[in-house]
Nanobody, 119 residues
Framework: QVQLVESGGGLVQPGGSLRLSCAASGISFSFYNMGWYRQAPGKQRELVAAITTDSTTNYRDSVKGRFIISRDNAEKTMYLQMSSLKPEDTAVYYC?????????????WGQGTRVTVSS
C-alpha cells in the first residue's frame, strides 16, 4: 500500500521558518519525481517546488530564494525547507509522487499538512 505522509506544518510568524517532510512507503522512491503543492482556501492547488529523480529542482517564482526542496532516497523522504515565510504562504501543503511509464502514469498524494503564517 502506497503512503505519503507529510509532517512539519504548523503556525509560524511572518519571517519565520518551517521544514516540511514527506515520508514515502510502498513505492520505489528513487524512481519517482516528487513535488510539493499547496492549496489556500478558495484557491486552486498549485505547484510550489519539484525535484526529479536526478535531483533537478524547480520552484514557482513566488518562493524562489526562500524555499529549498530536497530528497533523501535512502530514507525515502522529501523535504521542503521554508524560510522568510509570508502570510500568503498560508495553505495546506501536499506531497506528490509521480512516475511516468511507457503506458501508464503513477501518481500519488499525501493527506496534506497545514501551514499558517500569521502574527
Amino acid at each position: 500500500q502506497v503512503q505519503l505522509v507529510e509532517s512539519g506544518g504548523g503556525l509560524v510568524q511572518p519571517g519565520g521558518s518551517l521544514r516540511l517532510s514527506c515520508a514515502a512507503s510502498g513505492i520505489s522512491f528513487s524512481f519517482y519525481n516528487m513535488g510539493w503543492y499547496r492549496q489556500a482556501p478558495g484557491k486552486q492547488r498549485e505547484l510550489v517546488a519539484a525535484i526529479t529523480t536526478d535531483s533537478t529542482t524547480n520552484y514557482r517564482d513566488s518562493v524562489k530564494g526562500r524555499f529549498i526542496i530536497s530528497r533523501d532516497n535512502a530514507e525515502k523522504t522529501m523535504y521542503l525547507q521554508m524560510s522568510s515565510l509570508k502570510p500568503e504562504d498560508t495553505a495546506v501543503y501536499y506531497c506528490n509522487a509521480e512516475r511516468r511509464q511507457i503506458l501508464t502514469k503513477l501518481n500519488y498524494w499525501g493527506q496534506g499538512t497545514r501551514v499558517t503564517v500569521s502574527s
